[in-house]
């Protein structure tokens, strides 16, 4: 599976954005898919993640459950991350990954990765 992350850009804290995840390639349902983000100087941490099915949804810690929420529309094979209230502090490269297996929120459970899209939250 390959994937396009998209819809990334410049917000005013208080805004909202919604990023895209379109995946081509194998059956897309297959693939427990996840939202991930890096900012400047920081690792790489987990935001969120849904199975195939649609099922089970793991969020991290408050810093996002509450504002962000994940979804997919398998007809699209497109995972998106709908950011609400954002925070200066959410400011980071957004990835998509996608997994086979158990949803999980360790980097290094994901074996495919998209680009990225950046979201820069201004004060």
């Known amino acids: 599976v390959q994937l396009q992350a998209s819809g990334g850009g410049q917000v005013q804290a208080g805004g909202s954005l919604r990023l895209s995840c379109a995946a081509s390639?194998?059956?897309?349902?297959?693939?427990?898919m996840g939202w991930f983000r890096q900012a400047p100087g920081k690792e790489r941490e987990f935001v969120a993640a849904i199975s195939g099915s649609g099922d089970n949804i793991y969020y991290a810690d408050s810093s996002v459950k509450g504002r962000f929420t994940i979804s997919t529309d398998n007809a699209k094979n497109t995972v998106y991350l709908r950011m609400n209230s954002l925070k200066p502090e959410d400011t980071a490269v957004y990835y998509c990954?996608?997994?086979?297996?158990?949803?999980?929120?360790?980097?290094?459970?994901?074996?495919?990765w998209g680009q990225g899209t950046l979201v820069t939250v201004s004060s």
């Open positions: 390639g194998r059956t897309f349902s297959n693939y427990v």
């Open positions: 990954a996608a997994k086979s297996g158990f949803i999980s929120g360790t980097v290094g459970s994901y074996s495919v």
